[in-house]
């Protein structure tokens, strides 16, 4: 399903927490909105839900204005994920999971078997987690349930506020990584809230900058990172040059620029480092500083040589030629 906000407004009394608001999300895409707090994040998200009815201006699902449909049948097709979770205190793991699918009037047989597959899905093993009480889980543990929770009734559409807000950076980095893998299989359209930039940059496909109830810009984040405006200059920080290459892998940017040699590099003698395909450019740099090289021969996972990563690649990176 499509999204859009078409000059949407919140105002407060005097105060507009979003200040005519525009922007359309594709099928299947993964809109990030970031930006400083109280910049009207979780104002725009919710009100595609309808928890909160634009002032102005309106919002659209699949070209329908949210206002005319009705709240039921809108959430339906809308998982929502907040950050501390929400899991209803007197129901397990899996009554939690199968709460909206029981609503919904599904049988208990495909309850059952939707709640083991959801489990699964978050990497949670179901004879483990079933029966568990939300007060005995992990940070993390409780956020895959909250995920799994929104996924039940397998929703085109999903919002998230900062739902891996509240866990610790080696968690969160995981909940990350395996919100990309879920999200790989199930091509949903996703508007996700942080107020992490590096997180933003690692999960969206587009990124949207808010502030002060504004949309600054809305970019893809090789592209938002390029961006000359003050504001978003201050925000992607001084270090926006390392972020860009964290942002690239190896194996890309050796396929654009580098042909693959026949042979691979073989004893030829000239480069010593090797850097997988799979790692990111940031690291690269990282490895070349540290081995005192300007080249390296990347090896795919497997260890077959693949092609020269040099010193001159990551600075056409750095500096955004050729980033997408
Ligand atoms: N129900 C409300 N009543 C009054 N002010 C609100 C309400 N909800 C949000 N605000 C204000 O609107 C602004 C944007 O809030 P919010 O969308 O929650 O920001 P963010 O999610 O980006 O931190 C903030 O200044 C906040 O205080
Ligand atoms: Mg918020």
């Known amino acids: 399903m499509t999204l859009e906000w078409r000059n949407a407004s919140k105002a407060y009394g005097k105060k507009r927490a979003v200040n005519d608001f525009s922007l359309e999300v594709p099928k299947g895409e993964l809109l990030v909105l970031v930006g400083p707090s109280g910049c009207g994040k979780t104002t725009s998200l919710r009100m595609i839900n309808r928890l909160v009815d634009p002032s102005s201006g309106k919002i659209l699902v ?27 205190p007197h129901m397990n793991v899996a009554e939690n999971i199968g709460a ?45 349930v909250g995920v799994a929770r929104a996924l039940a009734a397998d929703p085109p559409i999903l919002l998230m506020d900062e739902p891996f807000g509240a866990v610790d950076p080696l968690t969160r980095e995981v909940l990350q990584r395996e919100f990309l893998r879920i999200r790989s299989t199930l091509k949903k359209t996703v508007v996700f809230v942080t107020h992490d930039l590096d997180e933003a940059i690692r999960l969206g496909d587009c990124i949207a900058v808010m502030n002060g109830g504004r949309l600054v810009a809305a970019a ?91 010193m001159e690649n990551l600075l056409e990176n750095a500096a955004g030629i050729g980033v997408s």
Do not use: C
């Open 62 to 88: 699949d070209g329908r204005d949210v206002s005319e449909i009705p709240v039921t049948e809108l959430r339906r097709h809308i998982g929502y994920v907040i950050q501390q979770v929400g899991l209803f």
């Open 220 to 310: 893809a984040p090789g592209e938002l990172l390029l961006n000359a405006n003050p504001f978003i200059r201050d925000f992607t920080g001084e270090d926006r040059a390392l972020r860009r290459l964290a942002r690239l892998s190896v194996g890309d940017t050796i396929g654009q620029t580098t042909p693959i040699a026949p042979g691979g590099y073989g004893d030829s003698g000239t480069p010593t480092g090797l850097i997988r395909t799979d790692a990111t450019l940031k690291e690269a740099l990282s490895l070349m500083l540290e081995a005192g090289e300007s080249s390296l021969n990347a090896v795919s996972p497997s260890g077959r040589h693949m092609g020269k990563l040099t």
């Open 100 to 144: 909206v699918p029981r609503l919904l009037k599904w049988n208990k047989v495909k309850i059952q078997a939707r709640v083991r597959e959801l489990l699964d899905l978050v990497g949670l093993p179901a004879d483990d987690y079933s029966e568990a009480w939300p007060a005995h889980l992990s940070g993390g543990e409780a956020q895959r």
